[in-house]
Structures are given as C-alpha cells and as structure tokens.
C-alpha cells in the first residue's frame, strides 16, 4: 500500500487530488494534514470520514517534530505538497504569513523529506516566472524566475529551496508549476467562484482595471491528473511546467460567466486595478506533453459545470 502525505488536502486543489487518488487507486492510503485556516473545507472531504485509507490530522508544516512524528509513526513514502497561502490580494495586505507557509514551511517539509528519505513533489505555480507581454512567448521550464507580488516571490523561494535540496542534498524530488485552477470545492475569494457566487447573490461581477488581464486556465482535475503522471513517470530533479492551454482574459471569463447564466452583460462592474497585477501568465508544457500529457477539459464544459456546482452548493444542496 502506497502511503502519501499530502499537505494542505482540505484546500482546493489538495481535497481534488484525494478525490482523484481514490477514485483512480485502490492501493493508497492518505495522510491528509493540514492546518486548517480559512481557506479550507472540511467539508470538501466529508465523505471520506471512517474510510480506514483515509486519515486526516490537524498541524501546522511548519511545527517540524509533529510533522516527524507523523511520518514516522505511519512510515510515510511520498508527500505531495500543496498546503500554502495561496491568495495573491491578501499578500498584498499581509505578506508576512506568506513568508511563514510558503518558504519555512517548505523548508520545515524539505527536511523532514531529507531526513526519511521520501519521494516529494512540491507543487508551485507560474506566477514566480512574472509577467509576460501580450506578444511574448510562453514560460516554459527554462525561464527565467521574476515574481512579482509577495505570494509569487514566496512560492519562488519555495522553489528554490527544493532545487537546492535536490542539488544539495540529493533529495527525491520533483516540482510543478501550473496556470490557474478552476472547478469544484475552490474558496470562493478567487475569482471564478466569485463572480459565480456574485451573480448567485444578485451582486455584479467585480473586474480589476479592464479586465485585459490573461491566465492559462486548467481544470483542477487535469492538473490532478498531470500531478499524477509526475509522481509515476516524471523524472527525479526535474521541473515540470502545466498547462490547461487555455489564456483567457479576466474579461472574456467575466463574459461567459454572465452568458452561461443568463444574466445581462450590464452585470460586470470595473474597478479599480490592484497594485502590481501581472498582466500575462502563459505556459508552454511541451516537457510534461513528452511524458503523455494531454489535457482532457473543454473551458466552456468544465465552467459550466463550475456553475452548475456553485449553485447547488448556494441552494445548501449536498454536493
Ligand atoms: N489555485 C490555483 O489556481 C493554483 C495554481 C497553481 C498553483 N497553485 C498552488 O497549489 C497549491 C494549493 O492551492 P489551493 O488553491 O488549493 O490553495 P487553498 O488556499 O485552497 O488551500 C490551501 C490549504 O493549505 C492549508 N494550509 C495553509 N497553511 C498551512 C500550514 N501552515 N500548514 C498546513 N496547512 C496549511 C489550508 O488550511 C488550506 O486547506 C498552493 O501551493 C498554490 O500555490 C494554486
């Protein structure tokens, strides 16, 4: 029995992987630990309490003898490690937790990797390589990093801790750097499930400046399924860039939004651009394409099922 520890599993995109991993294995058994702070769902998981493959632990990464102690008395194999800040307004507000999670808790992680010897896979985002121009080419896995804001410089010194274990320490170690998630279970700040829950609530939608600004959407159960082929067929050391193949503009996903669920277009309000807004992410995976990858969503299939669940979870039906 394969037994992983994943960080930060009650969050988004964690709480999707331990729904992938147990419908896709029957071999795993899951230590899902995290801290639980206001980014994350206990009930995203609900329906794995009592399964004997499942445990879940509250704790911090970064208290150090604890997160030992846990993989040591369940002689943990692997850790997936996706527990962070992951908000970039609120590392404009308040960096200082960005620093704690996503760089000493990493650090925290990296050497208990060290000291058990584990299988680690650190998932990043690509946010740490900057922003592109709307002419320029994709970020692959050879740029240059240029992070911009507090979250984007915390995950690049995370990034960077990882390589210099991996070169230092030689530790068992890969690293992925994927575009923006959408899908179910996401925290409802971000902004797909905003403007869903706006609109739902009879609000506009809220567009920083004029909405120029372009990510590379993927749906969180591809980047599951990317992650998965990492950790089973990627190569030790390596970084891994993913992509959903999908640039779209803040505006153009305001407009779907608002089409998908049949209101008027007057719903979308702009305001005032954020500090520092990255202006383009763009992502070129032909390194993760060479190990099998081929993303599976459509956008307009996996937003409206985006939909579809953000309005039941607002009716209060089960989900
Ligand atoms: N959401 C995206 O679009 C996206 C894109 C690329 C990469 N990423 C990366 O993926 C990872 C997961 O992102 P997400 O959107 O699921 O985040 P999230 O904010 O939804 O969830 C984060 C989880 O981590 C937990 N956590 C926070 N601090 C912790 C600590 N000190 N110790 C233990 N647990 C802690 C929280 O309780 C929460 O359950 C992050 O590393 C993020 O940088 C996210």
């Known amino acids: 029995m394969e037994k992983i520890l994943v960080t930060g599993g009650l969050g988004f995109i964690g709480a999707n992987f331990i729904k992938y991993m147990f419908r896709k294995y029957k071999d795993v058994e899951i230590f899902n630990y995290d801290k639980v702070t206001y980014a994350a769902n206990p009930d995203n998981l609900k329906e794995f309490e009592g399964k004997k493959e499942y445990h879940f632990i509250k704790g911090d990464i970064n208290n150090f003898e604890f997160l030992d ?18 908000h970039v307004d609120n590392s404009i507000k308040n960096p200082n937790v960005f620093v704690e999670t996503n760089v000493l808790g990493t650090m925290s992680i990296l050497n208990i990797v060290k000291r058990h010897n584990l299988r680690f896979h650190h998932i990043s985002t690509d946010e740490v ?6 002419s320029d080419k994709p970020f692959d896995e050879t740029s240059c990093y240029d992070p911009k804001s507090p979250y984007s410089a915390s995950k690049a010194a995370s990034d ?41 609530k009879g609000e506009n939608i809220l567009i920083y400046g004029k909405g120029e600004n372009i990510r590379d959407w993927i749906h969180v159960q591809d980047h599951c399924r990317a992650i998965d082929l990492i950790l089973h067929k990627g190569k030790i050391g390596e970084t891994y860039c993913i ?68 309005k039941k979870k607002h009716q209060g039906e089960s989900i």
């Open 243 to 310: 992509s959903g193949r999908n640039e779209k503009s803040n505006i153009e996903i305001a407009r779907m939004i608002v089409r998908l669920m049949k209101v008027s277009q007057n719903r979308i309000e702009f305001i005032k651009d954020r500090p520092g807004h990255d202006l383009r992410y763009a992502i070129n995976d032909s390194k993760l394409r060479s190990l099998g990858f081929e993303p599976k969503y459509d956008f307009e299939t996996g937003l409206k099922e985006t939909i579809e669940y953000y």
């Open 129 to 134: 390589f900057g922003s592109l121009g709307f």
């Open 69 to 86: 102690y846990v993989v040591n008395k369940n002689k943990i194999g692997t850790i997936i490690h996706f527990a962070a800040e992951s």
């Open 160 to 200: 960077h801790l990882v390589r210099s274990y991996i070169n230092t320490f030689g530790i068992k170690a890969t690293i992925s750097n994927c575009g923006n998630n959408y899908g179910p279970l996401q925290h409802e700040e971000k902004l797909i499930p905003k403007s869903i829950t706006n609109i739902l």
